[in-house]
RNA sequence: GCCAGUGUGGUGAAAUUGGUAGACACGCCGGAUUCAAAAUCCGGUUCCUUCACGGGAGUGGCGGUUCAAGUCCGCCCACUGGUACCA
């Protein structure tokens, strides 16, 4: 993933793309075409705060940046291809996802509703979320209050089983990625119903639709619960002021679901009443702060006895609960004065449905409610659509004009892109676009009246969801992609922080299909291969600036080098686990070079020969033996389980086994013999420190520079062994070992663990159950 | 709250398919070298017990499956990421 040029590259940085410089690497000498790009998603909040503090506009501030992280990444021998460079926030960029952008709404796949935010009420402003802390804005201090703006939308919904069913496809995706993507599409089956409305007379309010996953529970509901945002809700509280006070006391939260999720569930009688679609019985209509408006549609119904929600509300309000199920086996335990019951079980107390079990009742009751015109099974979806505006500056414009008589009017192909206004003031009320009368009064393109034209920008996730496309024709002025993203695309292999599971890879997959659907790619989803690597941490927490426990990786370059600081990132720990940063660990990356560099220069460089014809000696046979399980070990290291960290620990095991083996007297065999292990050593550890690799590799006698050599070849025959260490075990617990010859049969090996002199000790007070022998392993003897 | 993950020596970690727990490093201790120090090299280093040989315990906690569990299952605790406007 390509970063945020915050002006400073941070540990983060250096690991994500050391893990790519060295998959890169290793590609390349397995003979591959590589391609590995760089890029800026150089849109978003940090410029804004940083043009306020200092008083610089974001977009030169933004331009520096990236000028001194470019600079960095460079000093960090990173084999870029640097011609393809991307910053999101040049219009020959952006303007790619203008023209997308109107293409989807002439498709209908965007559109225009009321969303909710944060507003600062003294600042006049959008907040994020992160900007709201305890409730209040992060400069004025105000309480926020949640104000409804209309927004542009992008229909993900319409994509939600695609983008379900695919990640079946994404087997080179961690599985904790894909479950977390699984859960957050939320699909799930249900029944979708309506309740009447007892003395409504509004027409559109007469019905109140609910939707459950429940219906078996159907006979248990007691109460009904609304958003407060609910338009029954908001005609309510005309007629009654306890109700607007409590939907004005609903607004002090911030926009956010964990907000919502966490705080004490309340409530309020709108003294309403719901007609029940079997019994007819009225049921109280209750508001709740723990609907979401946002989620199905905004009302549920409630079913204390089986849901641990409802339940709690209904204690909290004293209001009826009602048992419908029973469990189904004895021992399971049902107290509703203790619990909601919520397993699933055989329906009571519900007139001609009693007896059925859950997918019973679900179907008998789904047809109840058909037959009647009063419901009908539905799949839902958790998932949202991806609201795309922000009341922004520093973003791409979003290209449409508001027109009087013609609406919402895309901005023609010819007047693209819609450059956003460089040279300005930034102050804290917010983005100047509003203010800007050239930016803003534009004439219609439809009727040619004067309108106004969109002063939001693009949520900054759409630039991220397409970069990697553009890497591969960035410099096509007449299309968005042509057939060279075709050429490289999917992503092969792609890298960036576990912070990104959900958001940025779902909308890039939600793009990706949209771009696949207007012919631009051919595939169905961007990257096949995803490595999610670790945070860096130091003495145990999250490296941040308000911590203070930041590492900045500068000076260590200068002191060091880049390869000692490349090899500690790739050394402390396995790509996709946390990282904790050690200064004496470095020290031990650099001792470690200064020794390969000392081994290898103390070496007398020959040409390598076949080794078929000499015979060895046992300490040679060995050398040759662990040079060639190590070229095993790495290479799988490397390919299949990205364990760098192991690899490097095998190249240093070899190196000390070299280290001893060439302190005794050499002959030419034995110089033979460590010019394997050496080239072997250096090629392995070749994509992690390339510039101390590159010079050892030409000092061993090469010609051609190290990032064009071939990786190296495991030799077969070397890796024979004639002998096998075997465990032997009395219950389990190792008591001696013994080598044997690896054709061993299991009857001698059986005697020879039973005649064990560490072994009898155990055995001979007791009686002898079992003998269990793993070949090559263990011999495990049963005693009691 | 919900979803996902992590937890192993003084520290970072290794143990890949249920089969020797602690590879490889860091740190520390001892030695060599040095006038001395730094650097370098050699040796030791899970804990308890033992002069030693050996023995016992041990992978966040409790329980289970198995001849055998860091690894599989159940419950619990702590921490981390995400939670739709940070990127």
Request: negative net charge.
């Amino acid at each position: 993933m390509f970063p945020y040029p915050s002006g400073h590259l941070h540990m983060g940085h250096v690991r994500n793309y050391s893990i790519g410089d060295t998959m890169a690497r290793f590609q390349r000498m397995l003979g591959k075409n590589v391609l590995q790009p760089m890029g800026w998603d150089a849109f978003g909040l940090p410029a804004e705060n940083a043009a306020i503090q200092n008083k610089v506009a974001p977009a030169k501030w933004t331009y520096g940046n990236i000028n001194y992280m470019r600079e960095q990444l460079q000093r960090l021998g990173y084999a870029y291809d640097w011609s393809r460079e991307i910053a999101t926030c040049h219009p020959d960029y952006y303007r790619w996802e203008q023209w997308f952008f109107t293409r989807l709404f002439e498709k209908g796949l965007v559109y225009k509703k009321e969303a909710e935010v944060n507003w600062d009420p003294v600042d006049q402003t959008v907040l994020a979320n992160e900007q709201v802390i305890d409730g209040r804005g992060w400069r004025s201090g105000a309480l926020v209050e949640r104000r409804k703006i209309p927004q542009w939308f992008i229909k993900i919904t319409d994509f939600a089983q695609e983008l379900l069913d695919d990640l079946e496809k994404l087997d080179g995706w961690p599985e904790k990625v894909r479950t977390m993507q699984s859960n957050w599409i939320g699909r799930s089956e249900g029944v979708e119903l309506d309740f009447e409305v007892a003395n409504e007379n509004d027409a559109s309010l007469q019905t109140l639709s609910v939707y459950t996953t429940r219906p078996d529970t159907l006979l248990g509901v007691t109460y009904l619960a609304l958003a407060a945002q609910h338009p029954l809700a908001l005609k309510a509280a005309e007629s009654n002021p306890a109700l607007v006070k409590f939907i004005e006391q609903q607004n002090n939260i911030k926009v956010a679901e964990a907000e919502m999720a966490t705080m004490e569930k309340a409530g309020i009688d709108t003294g309403l009443k719901a007609l029940h679609p079997i019994t007819q019985q009225q049921l109280p209509i209750y508001l709740a702060n723990f609907v979401l408006m946002s989620y199905g549609s905004g009302a549920v119904m409630a079913v204390p006895a089986h849901d641990q929600r409802d339940w709690e509300f209904a204690k909290k309000y004293g209001l009826a609960i009602a048992q419908v199920i029973k469990p189904e086996s004895e021992d399971e335990i049902c107290d509703l004065e203790q619990q909601a019951f919520v397993s699933k079980g055989i329906l009571i107390n519900s007139g001609e449905f009693d007896g059925l079990n859950f997918n019973q009742a679900f179907e008998a009751i789904a047809k109840y409610l058909g037959e009647r015109g009063k419901g009908s099974k539905k799949v839902n979806f958790r998932l949202r659509d991806w609201g795309v505006s922000r009341q922004r500056y520093w973003g791409s414009p979003i290209p449409i004009i508001n027109c009087e008589a013609c609406g919402a009017v895309p901005v023609p192909d010819a007047d693209l892109p819609v450059r956003l206004p460089e040279d300005i003031d930034l102050d804290e009320s917010g983005s100047p676009l509003g203010k800007l009368a050239e930016f803003y009064k534009v004439n219609c393109p439809k009727c040619g009246a004067a309108a106004t034209r969109e002063t939001d920008t693009f949520d900054t996730f759409m630039e991220s969801s397409w970069y990697y496309a553009r890497y591969a024709c960035r410099d096509q002025t007449n299309a968005m992609l042509d057939e060279r993203a075709d050429y490289w695309l999917p992503v092969d292999q792609y890298i960036g922080g576990i912070e990104h599971a959900i958001l940025h890879l779902l909308y890039a997959r939600f793009f990706h299909k949209l771009m696949r659907n207007e012919g631009l790619v051919n595939s169905d989803e961007p990257f096949t291969h995803l490595l999610t690597q670790g945070m860096v941490l130091k003495d145990g927490s999250k490296m941040s600036k308000s911590k203070g426990n930041t590492v900045d990786p500068l000076p260590l370059i200068e002191k060091y080098g880049a390869d000692t600081v490349r090899m500690f990132t790739m050394f402390a720990s396995p790509p996709d686990q946390s990282l904790e940063w050690s200064d004496s660990g470095v020290e031990g990356s650099f001792r470690f070079l200064k020794r390969l560099w000392k081994i290898v220069s103390s070496h007398e460089p020959l040409a390598l020969g076949d080794f078929s014809g000499l015979s060895l000696s046992a300490e040679q046979t060995q050398l040759r033996r662990k040079t060639h399980q190590t070229i095993q070990k790495v290479s799988d290291d490397y390919a299949r389980r990205h364990t760098f960290n192991t690899a490097i620990a095998a190249t240093m095991e070899l190196l000390n086994a070299v280290s001893r083996f060439a302190d005794s007297e050499q002959g030419e065999t034995d110089k033979l013999i460590i010019q394997e292990a050496l080239e072997a050593s250096i090629l392995m550890l070749a994509p992690i420190v390339p510039h101390f690799s590159h010079v050892l590799w030409q000092y061993l006698g090469h010609a051609e520079a190290v990032i064009d050599a071939p990786w190296p070849q495991v030799d077969e025959s070397a890796l024979k062994e004639s002998t096998a260490l075997i465990v032997l075990q009395v219950n389990g617990k190792v008591r001696a070992k013994i080598e044997v010859a690896k054709d061993i049969d299991k009857a001698t090996l059986e005697r020879l663990a039973q005649e064990h002199e560490s072994i009898k000790k155990f055995t001979e007070n007791g009686t002898v159950r079992k003998i269990i022998i793993v070949p090559g392993r263990l011999v495990n003897i049963v005693v009691s």
